[in-house]
């Protein structure tokens, strides 16, 4: 069955490409982003690797570690990790999960439960259903989920205005409208009071309908 907002991320155990690690434990108190490919040197994939990497600082400052999986063993992934440099002009610095028994792709539904064998034997295409994004709070809850056909690549910069909208929310429940950005107005939580609205906006917010109270940035 496939995992949607607010149910716990499956913990898991896997090898990767920093050794072997226990998931719920790798995110610890941080946030986390795991994002899936169908199989290793496949071109679309290539450039999203590449990408996340270069702009990795962006989300060790929002205190979030990301995490790739493939179901690629992990010296697929090292040769991989070379191509991907030579391409994109940065190799992958996070964890590649070498998912060869297809565990943590089921846990996680982007697999079917009957799924088996040799995990290079399979192609691409069977495993198009890698494709997905999970965002994942400090309490390895479920944030965000996105699923991306393999002929689109992934847009990394909304991953981060996502977590920017989440992290804004549960530190000030704030809430973000469409085609927010960070800086512009937000939107008080409907879980906040007034009175208790009044004691953190002194200033006022404005009330354009009975349900919607925006305030600056």
Not at 125 to 142: C, E, H, M, S, W
Not at 159 to 184: C, E, F, K, N
């Amino acid at each position: 069955m496939s995992l949607t907002i607010g149910d716990l991320a499956p913990d898991f155990t896997a090898q990767t490409t920093e050794g072997e690690i226990s998931f719920h434990d790798w995110i610890g108190d941080s946030w986390a982003v795991l994002f899936s490919h169908p199989r290793d040197f496949t071109p679309v994939c290539t450039t999203e690797l590449g990408y996340m990497a270069a702009i990795k600082p962006e989300f060790d400052r929002r205190d979030t570690k990301i995490i790739g999986l493939s179901v690629d063993p992990v010296d697929n992934h090292v040769r991989w990790a070379q191509d991907i440099e030579q391409v994109q002009g940065v190799a992958p610095n996070y964890p590649m999960i070498a998912d060869t028994d297809h565990a943590v792709a089921k846990a996680y539904g982007m697999l079917p439960a009957d799924v088996a064998g040799d995990p290079t034997a399979r192609t691409p295409a069977q495993n198009a259903t890698l494709r997905n994004v999970f965002v994942i709070g400090p309490d390895k809850q479920i944030k965000l989920v996105l699923v991306y056909p393999m002929s689109t690549g992934r847009n990394f910069d909304e991953i981060l205005r996502v977590i920017d909208s989440l992290q804004l929310t549960a530190d000030h429940q704030l809430t973000t409208p469409a085609q927010w950005q960070p800086g512009d107005d937000a939107i008080i939580a409907g879980s906040v009071s007034d009175e208790q609205a009044r004691e953190r906006y002194p200033d006022g917010w404005q009330q354009p309908l009975p349900y919607m109270r925006v305030v600056p940035a």
